[in-house]
């Protein structure tokens, strides 16, 4: 895609070189591949689109975007102060280290909320809705279909299906909305030259700046840490609901469903913070144009300080210790605890109109 973009018009840029981090996602991806045959690959999507387009499957869609939207707004500040605790002591564009300026989620709260105003709480929320309204859609609406095809009887799911339905849905729907996550990253840090532009504004600004590549910034990390995070949060809500159903301990009420979308939300958390950290940390930094550096602006033309993903998990380590990984775990859970319960609780609420 970007080569197409790079060549539509003068001047010719060359093709930069492809990093060691997108190689190895290639090879592993043709290995994944090399294991389904092409036809059955048609026949899966063409299964998929058809239930897709069917009359019967637009309400998972629907309910999970709704859902997804309502759980967003209701834990936006958690996350805010999560970007911010995880971009302090990376590098920033110009290679210098961002100063440490919160103690931990509650100091960053209130930092927050007397030095910028409630206000900067929901920098950001409008393409963190729009994210959900895309990224929430595509996710729940693939996770369900997908399982409603593969599974026969839904009392008798299989853990591996479930995951499987889980990983696929998250990568291929945050991949979709990476545009949305890159703008909301970057409102969230309280970088200057995004606080007073619309929505259309800092979209159009990533783009003259940035080229098209600009807006899928750190879109590998956000796909593995999608996959990873809806690959465990999904399947282990499902679990637990059914398990506490089977075993006669609760019944499918309000009370499973916050019991099972808390369990959901540790596991979640624990496995997804170090892809969480890095893809924040590929998405805060740019990476501008070279008419940019010359247009006597004042902008300056700089390296990325990060070059893949892996790059930026090796420097971290070795410049912060393997602890930094974690960095915002604590309103990670926090906030996905409070997120899937308020979601998983309207989404069930809303199943009972199918």
């Given at each position: ?64 975007g ?18 911010r ?33 409630v206000r ?22 693939i ?9 026969k009887?839904?009392n ?18 945050s991949?979709m ?17 995004f606080k007073?532009k619309?929505?259309?504004?800092a979209f ?15 879109v ?6 999608a996959g ?7 399947p282990?809500?499902d ?17 499973n ?22 893809r ?33 998990f ?18 990670t ?5 409070p ?16």
């Amino acid at each position: 895609m970007a080569t197409g973009i790079a060549s539509s018009g003068p001047p010719r840029r060359s093709r930069r070189p492809v990093s060691a981090g997108e190689r190895a996602s290639v090879l592993a991806f043709s290995q994944l591949v090399a294991f389904v045959s092409p036809r059955e690959v048609q026949q899966l999507f063409s299964r998929i689109f058809a239930r897709v387009m069917g009359l019967s499957d637009w309400r998972p869609f629907v309910y999970g975007g709704v859902s997804a939207c309502i759980a967003e707004f209701g834990t936006f500040p958690i996350d805010t102060t999560k970007t911010r605790l995880q971009i302090q002591g990376a590098r920033s564009d110009g290679g210098q280290i961002v100063a440490k300026r919160y103690k931990g989620m509650i100091h960053a709260l209130l930092k927050i909320s007397s030095e910028e105003g409630v206000r900067a709480l929901y920098f950001g929320i409008a393409p963190a809705v729009l994210r959900q309204a895309t990224y929430g859609t595509i996710k729940f609406g693939i996770y369900y279909s997908l399982k409603q095809m593969l599974t026969k009887n839904p009392n008798e799911e299989r853990l591996g299906i479930n995951v499987f339905c889980a990983v696929t849905a998250g990568v291929v729907s945050s991949a979709m909305a990476n545009p949305t996550d890159v703008l909301k990253v970057r409102l969230q840090s309280g970088r200057s030259d995004f606080k007073e532009k619309s929505l259309l504004q800092a979209f159009i600004s990533i783009y003259n700046q940035e080229g098209i590549q600009g807006l899928w910034r750190g879109v590998c990390p956000t796909a593995q840490r999608a996959g990873v995070i809806v690959g465990v949060e999904l399947p282990i809500y499902d679990m637990c609901k059914h398990y506490f159903i089977k075993m006669n301990l609760l019944p499918d009420n309000s009370t499973n469903h916050f019991l099972s979308s808390f369990i959901s939300s540790l596991g979640g958390a624990v496995a997804s913070t170090p892809l969480d950290v890095v893809r924040t940390r590929l998405m805060n930094q740019r990476k501008l144009k070279a008419p940019a550096a010359v247009s006597g602006n004042g902008a300056v033309c700089t390296s990325p300080v990060y070059a893949s993903t892996a790059d930026c998990f090796i420097q971290t380590v070795k410049a912060e210790g393997p602890l930094a990984l974690y960095k915002g775990f604590i309103p990670t859970w926090l906030r996905l605890g409070p997120w899937n319960i308020i979601f998983f609780v309207t989404f069930e609420q809303l199943k009972k109109f199918y």
